[in-house]
Every structure is written in C-alpha cells, then in structure tokens.
C-alpha cells in the first residue's frame, strides 16, 4: 500500500491536493479553482487518491465533496518513522566503528 | 519522481576520520557487517560486496540465531570515491518488499568528515528491475571469479 500512496503523492498536483485536504473537506470544484486544472483533471487526480486509499469522495446532490482518509498518512509515517531509526541507529554505529578502529 | 518532505528525509553525522575511512566502511564488507545491523539481538549472517558503479552489497540480517530473516540488496547507482554514493535498496522478509534510494554525501571537514544522507521512498517496479540486473551481474562476476581460481 505505502507504493501506492509514494506513487499518488509523488506528483505535485496530488501533493497540492492532499495539502488543501488536511486543512479540511472541498468540492472537486473547489480544488479545481484555485488551479488552472479543468475539473475532468482534477476528478482524475482525485481518482487516483481514491485508489491509494488517502482520499474519499462522496456524491452529494450535484457536488463531490472530497475529504482525506482519517488514517490516510499513517503508512507513510509510519514508513518515515522506521526508516529514520533504522538508519539513525546505522549512522550512529558508523560513529563507533570509525572511533574503535 | 519529486522528493517531498512527506517521501524523504535527511539524516547527518560528522565523524573524526578522514572520507577515505568512512568511504572504506560503506564498500568492505568485513566493515559494512559491522556497523549495518546495530541491534544488539540481532546479527548479520552473510555480507558480500561489489565496490564499483553498477555493483552493490548484499546483507543478511535478522534476529539471532539464524540472522537471515531478512535481505537487503543494493545497487550502487552512483560510485564516486570517496564523495559520493547512490544506493538503490531493495529489503525483502516474509511479505514485505520496500524500495528506497539513499545518497550519501562524504565532505572533509577539518581531519574529519561531515556525512549528509537522504533517504527516499520509491516505487517499486523500475527499479526492483534495475536491483535485479545489479545483482545477476554482481553474482556472475563472482561466480566468474571463483571459477579462475579453481
């Protein structure tokens, strides 16, 4: 799943929109406005955020209200997080190695 | 792809030997073994590398006894000493695979070095495939090698 989400959020306007999302909830139009995207555009994007599972999108009457998944960042962080001890631990090893030798 | 904050980040140490040493103990293997897998319940079991661009290391890690639960194979796409050097990653246990690029950058700083590494997260596909050629060709050399000297 976290190749997923690195592939959605690897894209600048898929970045953008995730963005916009934390600050809360919008329309595919609302995303669209701010942008020189057309809204088939941005409902593409949107597609593919849906697919990595950050983001949701819901019919209400003519607008689609879009929101971000409430765990929608956790394997990324959670990526981060165990990357950074891994190799902050290797670096610090590193230290010692090259202080014993 | 774009590196953003959310899919990278950046670790730096500065160590009291010369880049030279440093470079050495990333391209070793007696000296890679040492420093790669720092949890004290845990040990490296096998440890083979290739110094040169194109080549890469190969580790077996895991917790003791056995050591081996997990494997990191990676290629040096960038092999410039003692300055820099670009690993693609590959780690793979029992259901996870992951793919990252770390580059790693050795600057003198006095009679010592300061070493700047970003980490990033990448897709899988591409360069899964560029790690498996790194590594067929890695092993056909050694196994070259073994075969002069029999």
């Known amino acids: 799943m976290v190749h997923h989400q690195f592939a959605a959020l690897g894209d600048p306007t898929r970045l953008a ?13 609302d995303l669209a406005s701010p942008t020189t995207l057309s ?4 409902l593409k994007h949107l597609r593919v955020l849906e697919d990595a ?13 879009c929101r971000l998944c409430d765990d929608a960042l956790v394997a990324v962080a959670e990526w981060t997080a165990r990357q950074q001890a891994l190799w902050s631990a290797r670096l610090d090893a590193l230290g010692t190695l090259l202080e014993e030798t | 792809m774009t590196a953003t904050p959310l899919l990278s980040f950046d670790l730096e140490r500065t160590y ?4 030279e040493r440093v470079w050495t103990a990333f391209t070793d293997a007696d000296l890679l073994r040492r420093w790669a897998c720092p949890d004290p319940t845990w040990y490296v ?8 661009e194109g ?8 917790p003791r006894p056995a050591g081996d639960a997990y494997t990191e194979a990676a290629t040096f796409a960038v092999f410039e000493p003692v300055e820099r050097l670009v690993l693609d990653v590959l780690t793979t246990a029992d259901g996870v695979s992951e793919t990252t690029r770390c ?22 596909g591409e360069t899964a495939e560029h790690l498996r050629t790194g590594w067929t060709l890695c092993l056909e050399g050694i196994a070259t090698e073994l075969g002069t000297e029999t």
């Open chain 2, 55 to 62: 080549g890469g290391y190969r580790l077996l890690f895991g």
């Open chain 2, 16 to 19: 009291p030997a010369p880049p």
């Open chain 1, 17 to 29: 929109i995730v963005e916009r999302l934390a600050r809360g909830p919008a329309s595919a139009g």
């Open chain 2, 45 to 52: 079991s096998s440890c083979e590398v290739d110094p040169r």
């Open chain 1, 39 to 42: 809204l088939p555009a941005v």
């Open chain 2, 103 to 124: 580059t790693v950058l050795l600057l003198p700083e006095g009679t010592g070095t300061r070493l700047e590494l970003t980490v990033e997260g990448i897709e899988d």
């Open chain 1, 53 to 65: 599972g950050l983001v949701t999108t819901v019919k209400r009457g003519r607008v689609r209200e």
